[in-house]
């Protein structure tokens, strides 16, 4: 119950107008894809001045870059003197005709990439739930050279323990909410361009691994969805990893179960350092949080804190 509490609170505080903010000017990219061709991508960038320092920050699975969870990173990297990108990640931001998966590190990349990062001399990725998973694998893949550390927070290692404690019956409020907002998100994708499934026939989806099926799997050609857990799970790449990686994760987290984490991690090997936190939830936890970097105590500050330290 106390992972429930921590998991609900962040999302309580929302709504009452609580959340934390952090200004950031609009920034536009550009991803090509292989089939779609170019594409619109988009989100918040902060860069203040004399910063050497840029920290790219990936939201979760139904999220955007307006999350509560990456503003107040973004805002503690800020008081660093880092600049900071938050991603909406392709078709996060309902304005182009395209979506995303938990192995498609190519937005990253393209972001990267962009004019507007090329004057740093350090890069950082950070990633929530399902974008630290992508941030993991993209540390495992060819990257941009300027890249010094990853992290990644209550994001699970493999996808199928995942999936199929997500589409259990405790977890149907997380379920339906997130289910929900990929829903909205699919329908405003499929006002910009073509999409593998009518948007009638998602709208009536009632599991992850049944949206999987009918949205990811034929768009990204894979053969079913356990192929698509299988081949985009970053766990058996962990061991590939060329810079330092974070792994912030909670025991009784209620949407990413420990049994999608321990046995990748424990073959991991020394790169990947895996910080298990008692007093949390999903992507939450207490605000006296001390994971030993510099930094203030909480999520945010000992977040920057460790990244900036690479």
């Known amino acids: 119950m106390r992972a429930h509490f921590w998991t609900v ?58 999350s509560p969870y990456l503003t107040a990173v973004a805002a503690a990297c800020d008081a660093a003197g880092a600049a900071t990108l938050r991603l909406n990640l392709r078709g996060s931001d309902g304005a182009v005709g ?3 998966h938990a192995g498609l590190t190519a937005d990253l990349a393209a972001a ?22 992508v941030a993991l694998r993209y540390a495992t893949e060819q990257h941009d050279p300027r890249l010094r550390a990853v992290a990644a927070v209550c994001s699970p290692l493999e996808l199928l323990p ?12 997380y379920r339906r909410y997130v289910l929900g907002e990929l829903k909205r ?24 691994r049944e949206w999987d099926r009918l949205t990811v799997v034929p768009r990204f050609g894979f053969a079913d969805p356990e192929d698509y857990y299988a081949r ?12 330092p990686a974070l ?8 949407m990413v179960p420990a049994a999608s984490i321990a046995a990748a991690a424990a073959a991991a090997g020394a790169a990947l350092d895996v910080r298990w936190v008692q007093r949390g939830g999903h992507v939450a936890f207490a605000a006296d949080l001390d994971l030993g ?18």
């Open 293 to 310: 970097a510099a930094g203030p105590p909480g999520l945010p500050g000992q977040l920057a804190g460790w990244l900036l330290g690479r």
């Open 247 to 254: 792994l912030v994760a909670c025991p009784g987290d209620p």
């Open 112 to 133: 990267l990439a962009a004019p507007e990062l090329a004057t740093y001399e350090r890069v950082l990725v950070a990633g929530f739930s399902l974008g630290g998973h």
């Open 98 to 100: 395209d979506f995303y």
């Open 185 to 208: 998100l699919y329908a405003a994708v499929a006002r910009h361009g073509p999409v593998p499934t009518p948007v009638a026939t998602v709208q009536r989806v009632r599991t992850l």
């Open 9 to 66: 609170l962040p999302r309580v505080r929302r709504a009452l107008g609580l959340a934390p903010r952090f200004p950031g000017e609009p920034w536009r990219g550009t991803v090509v894809d292989a089939e779609r061709g170019a594409l619109a991508l988009s989100g918040k960038l902060s860069r203040p001045a004399r910063s050497t320092t840029a920290v790219v920050l990936l939201h979760g699975l139904g999220g955007s870059c307006d």
């Open 162 to 173: 995942a999936q199929r404690s997500f589409d259990r019956t405790p977890a149907w409020p």
């Open 232 to 243: 985009a799970s970053v766990g058996p790449r962990l061991r590939a990893l060329a810079v």
